[in-house]
């Protein structure tokens, strides 16, 4: 595509030569190629100035960046905000794919991993393909990406959509960080249907406060249905949690659709008579005049609130009633959610969950009180860089949910794994519990939760969940909480093993 018919969109100050053909685009320099657009983007750790010798070096056509660079080789391109220009060009040059796809998006603290999946599968069991674009991996008819972000760069989204409508799909369902509508990254986007699910502390180390948490995901329901597309748009929110009532004064340009656990609540998608077992949940779902038995293998309340959203995301895509409870039923468990390890026989239960906020950590803590284990025995850290704030309230949370509670590390990054401890104890002291020990060493606690455990316990590995990383420092260490679960499992059958023999010698003379 040649430069010039990038002109009319474009808000920024042109140097150089308009007569240009961009074959790619790119904020990688190790990635540009001949007539290639670079960005150069600047982030926590880097600026992306330092690279457009080697993005020029490597055929770029146009740079794109700030401020301007004298004697520059190639036409410049200096924009006052690059991410938001980034999004508008890669539209542009990707020829708008999300115009031609049912888009919806996710958003909220917690719960946009399942929903995505939970989507996914009532998409498949209509045999309607649908993408998906998440924490996990960014995924459509077979084929996977890794995801280095929940929601990447404005590049990459429209990058990875024009391949999706390429392959003939025709829905997606994009889990929609606040850090991304902050960040341009899903600027311009023309969403068809947006989710709400929850606000709950996190991330308060980059909005500061819950007012400017709340404020970034209001974006995506104002920005909601405020383009041309006569398409109906819809709005899919939370009636039980305050801040989705207060989004639902915000939508200007979409209807409202409300879900529920409460009974007379007049919302559109009721969940009512829940019952959470060891190996799922039930419910009656409630939906224009319509009842009908949904049995999830997700366990939880926070999980009926899932199944309510992603039922509503269907049914405002068309999909027919019976289709979606079908769907519904079938979806599998997301990765790292509540996702028990095998535990070869043993008579107690390891459960891995990504629960890393305090909202979370609770909703699965309450889930297993469920269960009625003997106890519930927890290990889980807070990472590093991050929100300090919520560190105590998990503490607390942790201590008063559990029979035992080993902290150890998470993700500590470039702070001291010892001082995140020091925080996580504050709260800890506040609930006067001394049910706890530290272990700073991530495998370490993994050992002694797992050779603590007996008959009818259940031991939680919150945090993590998916990830098969540590981030300490600035480098990725391969662990896994699945992995070194198991690694322990074998190793205290073994012992038992090796005890259940001995005795057994003992009493044959």
Same mark, same amino acid.
């Given at each position: 595509?040649?430069?010039?018919?990038?002109?009319?969109?474009?808000?920024?100050?042109?140097?150089?030569?308009?007569?240009?053909?961009?074959?790619?685009?790119?904020?990688?320099?190790?990635?540009?190629?001949?007539?290639?657009?670079?960005?150069?983007?600047?982030?926590?750790?880097?600026?992306?100035?330092?690279?457009?010798?080697?993005?020029?070096?490597?055929?770029?056509?146009?740079?794109?960046?700030?401020?301007?660079?004298?004697?520059?080789?190639?036409?410049?391109?200096?924009?006052?905000?690059?991410?938001?220009?980034?999004?508008?060009?890669?539209?542009?040059?990707?020829?708008?794919?999300?115009?031609?796809?049912?888009?919806?998006?996710?958003?909220?603290?917690?719960?946009?991993?399942?929903?995505?999946?939970?989507?996914?599968?009532?998409?498949?069991?209509?045999?309607?393909?649908?993408? %998906?674009?998440? +924490?996990?991996?960014?995924?459509?008819?077979? #084929? !996977?990406?890794?995801?280095? @972000?929940? $929601?990447?760069?404005? *590049?990459?989204?429209?990058?990875?959509?024009?391949?999706?409508?390429?392959?003939?799909?025709?829905?997606?369902?994009?889990?929609?960080?606040?850090?991304?509508?902050?960040?341009?990254?899903?600027?311009?986007?023309?969403?068809?249907?947006?989710?709400?699910?929850?606000?709950?502390?996190?991330?308060?180390?980059?909005?500061?406060?819950?007012?400017?948490?709340?404020?970034?995901?209001?974006?995506?329901?104002?920005?909601?249905?405020?383009?041309?597309?006569?398409?109906?748009?819809?709005?899919?929110?939370?009636?039980?949690?305050?801040?989705?009532?207060?989004?639902?004064?915000?939508?200007?340009?979409?209807?409202?659709?409300?879900?529920?656990? %409460?009974?007379? +609540?007049?919302?559109?998608?009721?969940?009512? #008579? !829940?019952?959470?077992?060891? @190996?799922? $949940?039930?419910?009656? *779902?409630?939906?224009?005049?319509?009842?009908?038995?949904?049995?999830?293998?997700?366990?939880?309340?926070?999980?009926?609130?899932?199944?309510?959203?992603?039922?509503?995301?269907?049914?405002?895509?068309?999909?027919?009633?019976?289709?979606?409870?079908?769907?519904?039923?079938?979806?599998?468990?997301?990765?790292?959610?509540?996702?028990?390890?095998?535990?070869?026989?043993?008579?107690?239960?390891?459960?891995?969950?990504?629960?890393?906020?305090?909202?979370?950590?609770?909703?699965?803590?309450?889930?297993?009180?469920?269960?009625?284990?003997?106890?519930?025995?927890?290990?889980?850290?807070?990472?590093?860089?991050?929100?300090?704030?919520?560190?105590?309230?998990?503490?607390?949370?942790?201590?008063?949910?559990?029979?035992?509670?080993?902290?150890?590390?998470?993700?500590?990054?470039?702070?001291?794994?010892?001082?995140?401890?020091?925080?996580?104890?504050?709260?800890?002291?506040?609930?006067?519990?001394?049910?706890?020990?530290?272990?700073?060493?991530?495998?370490?606690?993994?050992?002694?939760?797992?050779?603590?455990?007996?008959?009818?316990?259940?031991?939680?590995?919150?945090?993590?969940?998916?990830?098969?990383?540590?981030?300490?420092?600035?480098?990725?260490?391969?662990?896994?909480?699945?992995?070194?679960?198991?690694?322990?499992?074998?190793?205290?059958?073994?012992?038992?093993?090796?005890?259940?023999?001995?005795?057994?010698?003992?009493?044959?003379?």
């Amino acid at each position: 595509m040649n430069l010039k018919k990038f002109l009319p969109v474009l808000d920024g100050m042109l140097f150089g030569k308009e007569d240009v053909d961009i074959l790619g685009v790119s904020y990688n320099s190790k990635e540009v190629k001949s007539g290639f657009a670079f960005f150069a983007l600047s982030g926590q750790n880097t600026n992306g100035s330092k690279y457009i010798n080697d993005a020029v070096s490597n055929g770029a056509a146009v740079i794109i960046r700030t401020e301007k660079q004298e004697n520059c080789p190639v036409t410049q391109i200096i924009v006052k905000d690059i991410l938001k220009f980034m999004a508008v060009f890669c539209a542009r040059f990707y020829d708008y794919p999300d115009r031609k796809l049912n888009v919806i998006g996710i958003t909220g603290t917690n719960g946009k991993t399942t929903i995505s999946y939970m989507i996914e599968s009532i998409f498949n069991y209509s045999n309607i393909d649908c993408a %998906v674009m998440g +924490t996990i991996n960014y995924r459509y008819k077979g #084929n !996977i990406i890794k995801a280095p @972000n929940t $929601t990447p760069q404005s *590049l990459d989204i429209y990058k990875f959509m024009r391949s999706v409508v390429d392959s003939g799909v025709k829905n997606i369902a994009m889990e929609v960080s606040s850090h991304a509508l902050s960040l341009y990254r899903v600027y311009g986007i023309d969403f068809d249907i947006a989710i709400f699910t929850n606000l709950t502390q996190d991330h308060l180390d980059f909005h500061k406060n819950m007012d400017e948490y709340f404020n970034a995901k209001s974006v995506l329901f104002k920005n909601l249905g405020n383009n041309d597309d006569k398409n109906k748009k819809y709005a899919i929110l939370n009636f039980d949690d305050k801040y989705g009532k207060k989004l639902a004064k915000l939508v200007a340009n979409a209807q409202v659709k409300f879900y529920s656990t %409460v009974k007379n +609540t007049n919302s559109d998608f009721t969940a009512l #008579n !829940i019952s959470i077992e060891n @190996n799922g $949940t039930s419910f009656d *779902l409630i939906f224009d005049g319509l009842k009908e038995k949904v049995n999830i293998k997700h366990i939880g309340l926070h999980n009926v609130y899932n199944a309510l959203a992603s039922f509503g995301a269907a049914i405002c895509s068309g999909i027919s009633f019976k289709a979606v409870i079908e769907g519904i039923n079938n979806s599998a468990q997301a990765p790292g959610r509540l996702e028990r390890v095998d535990i070869g026989g043993l008579e107690f239960d390891v459960v891995v969950d990504y629960a890393h906020t305090s909202d979370a950590l609770e909703n699965v803590l309450s889930a297993i009180k469920k269960l009625k284990p003997k106890r519930i025995i927890t290990v889980f850290g807070c990472g590093g860089d991050r929100d300090r704030t919520k560190r105590p309230i998990m503490g607390k949370i942790a201590v008063e949910m559990s029979d035992f509670v080993f902290v150890t590390s998470d993700n500590p990054r470039t702070e001291n794994p010892n001082e995140i401890v020091l925080d996580i104890e504050v709260g800890i002291k506040k609930s006067y519990k001394d049910n706890y020990k530290v272990v700073v060493a991530r495998q370490e606690a993994i050992k002694e939760a797992v050779f603590m455990a007996g008959k009818g316990d259940i031991v939680l590995l919150a945090g993590k969940g998916h990830e098969v990383y540590q981030i300490v420092g600035t480098q990725k260490i391969h662990f896994s909480d699945v992995e070194m679960a198991k690694k322990y499992i074998v190793l205290k059958k073994q012992k038992e093993n090796v005890q259940s023999e001995s005795v057994q010698k003992e009493f044959s003379f």
